[in-house]
């Protein structure tokens, strides 16, 4: 392996630099040329690609998004437009590729392997949703964002007492509105992999109110349903003043956290390893803070949960 390249595909997240820098920096300590594709598989097939030096990632560790841009590609999906992809691989005289993003990427990335091009991932998503890892890379800091701002919302709500809907990203999954509502205390807090009960939701925010709570906070994940319908079923069966803020993407801005940025250095290090090892079709995860390569396929056989005891506790404390 002489030449590696090294992309970002799908949502943006907090860290994706700091994974960059990672890749491009212990890249160069072992020897090896390291390129970057620009927009993710759109600028693999256009062989938009080039080469990073050390410098070239300096002063982004701190940032968020993605100095290689990202975008969300629909002719890799056809079997011509990867084919194309690879020609522009070896045109450049790539060896392999790090590809930093979610399960729509690894798919990717797995599907150049299957053309015989060596590719690995790199999770970075806030969703937190790629089997096989406990963490990706810009969840902490989306968590830490919706905290912030909850933290906001919360003096509002208590000046008005006032109930506060907050609908917050994660596609199909319930990780950020989980982490963010158990870190913030919200009375209820609704995710995707929990069916909940309308009812119990009310008789919480009553018991709320009449053991003295001056405001509630309901945590809806986007996997749910509309914040703001949701907020109308609680308007019909209670006559409470209530209001919703949907946080959109803000949640996937901003400068990453320490804990993001050294998931990312640590990812897109091992990233490296694995290909210089020879390895390929594999992605890297975090388990229990040890940092292992697992195949793709081992990784989609399995289905992301989060952790339900902290679903379970936030009950319990919020009471
Ligand atoms: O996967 C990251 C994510 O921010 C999800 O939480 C959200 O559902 C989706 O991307 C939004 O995508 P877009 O930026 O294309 O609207």
Known sequence: MKRIAVLTSGGDAPGMNAAIRAVVRSGHYHGLEVYGVIRGYTGLINGDIRPLSLRSVGDIIHRGGTILYSARCKEFQTEEGRKKAVEQLRKHEIDGLVVIGGDGSFRGAQKLTALGFPAVGVPGTIDNDIPGTDFTIGFDTAV????????????????????????????????????????????????????????????????????????????????????????????????????????????????????????????????????????????????????????????????????????????ILSI
């Open 144 to 315: 830490n964002t919706v905290i912030d701002c909850i933290d906001k919302i919360r003096d509002t709500a208590t000046s008005h007492e006032r109930t506060y809907v907050i609908e917050v990203m994660g596609r199909n999954a319930g990780d950020i509105a989980l982490w963010s509502g158990l870190a913030d205390g919200a009375e209820s807090i609704l995710i995707p992999e929990s069916p909940y009960d309308l009812d119990d939701v009310v008789r919480r925010l009553k018991q709320a109110t009449e053991s003295g709570k001056k405001h509630s906070i309901i945590i809806v994940a986007e996997g749910v349903g509309s914040g703001v319908e949701f907020a109308e079923k609680i308007k019909e069966k209670l006559s409470v003043e209530t209001r919703v803020t949907v946080l959109g993407h803000v949640q996937r801005g901003g400068s990453p956290t320490a804990f993001d940025r050294v998931l990312a250095s640590r990812m897109g290090a091992k990233a490296v390893d694995l290909l210089r090892a020879g390895e390929k079709d594999k992605m890297v995860a975090i388990q229990n803070n040890k940092l292992v390569g697992i195949d793709f396929d081992e990784a989609f056989s399995m289905k992301h949960q989060p952790d339900m005891e902290l679903y379970d506790l936030a009950k």
